[in-house]
């Protein structure tokens, strides 16, 4: 159902001061007012890619797996210092414990105390190698556990790689083939726009910014293109008696308002 259309006020008490333009022109502005709205279209598929989403998720995920594994590593390594520590200290304290049961098997211990002392040092040396091994087996097992965690982030890493670059080529693929279109509708938009009224393309390039990219629309079977809304009998004889070299204005949106063969006037 349309929408019931209200009388705007007019400025100062009259109408703008009227512009002229050869109704020929003022139809090739609505074939200008088509490439612009392609052209238009083209840009906003450029910045709304389904890609460019991807490619900025798999790169926040890629930048948050490349801070993990650096941690890991990090955590690795600490491990591996941890691990080799452990092993060199087992290593010492089996040494110690050798050479103390070689001098008891050789029957190097000069005196009882003394060989009790040296089976209290064995005895001790043997609980101190028990609990050495046992935080080297501990380490050992994280060294393990965060080996697969490194792995696993190297792995992610490589995949995430492997994924951005095909959305990157997708991307650039999709952007050639926008570019190449608006290259061309662009050249096109250029010569048809060759020739036409400077003050007309002045004001249609400032409606263009203020209306959302639609400067100029065409009169429909009384229905303005531009808002969507039927004149009124009192505006569409208004226009019908107009100049044709008259440049009309929507009264509701204040669109370039050019009359067609199927303009209903």
Do not use: W
């Amino acid at each position: 159902m349309d929408r019931a259309r209200q009388p705007r006020p007019r400025r100062g008490g009259g109408r703008e001061h009227p512009l002229n333009a050869d109704h020929a022109d003022q139809l090739r502005l609505l074939d200008v007012q088509g490439l612009d709205a392609r052209i238009d279209q083209l840009a906003h598929r450029r910045r709304t890619l389904s890609q460019l989403g991807e490619i900025e998720r798999v790169t926040g995920e890629t930048a948050q797996v490349r801070d993990l594994l650096v941690a890991a590593r990090t955590e690795k390594s600490d491990i591996e210092r941890e691990v080799a520590k452990t092993e060199a200290d087992v290593e010492a304290v089996r040494a110690r414990s050798a050479r103390d049961r070689q001098r008891m098997d050789a029957g190097q211990v000069g005196s009882a105390k003394e060989l009790e002392a040296l089976q209290h040092e064995v005895g001790t040396l043997a609980r101190r190698q028990s609990d050495l091994e046992e935080l080297e087996l501990e380490a050992m097992e994280r060294l393990e556990e965060v080996q697969g965690r490194v792995g696993g982030l190297e792995d992610r890493t490589a995949s995430l790689a492997g994924e951005l670059a095909e959305l990157e080529r997708q991307r650039d693929e999709a952007f050639a083939d926008i570019d190449k279109d608006t290259a061309y509708l662009t050249g096109e938009r250029e010569r048809v726009a060759d020739g036409l009224p400077g003050d007309l393309m002045t004001l249609y390039e400032k409606l263009r910014v203020d209306h959302g990219g639609v400067g100029a629309a065409g009169l429909q079977h009384g229905r303005c293109l531009g808002c969507r809304l039927q004149l009124t009998p009192t505006e569409l004889a208004r226009i019908r008696n107009a100049p044709p070299d008259e440049v009309q204005r929507c009264e509701e949106c204040r669109r370039i308002l050019v009359r067609t063969p199927d303009s209903g006037l």
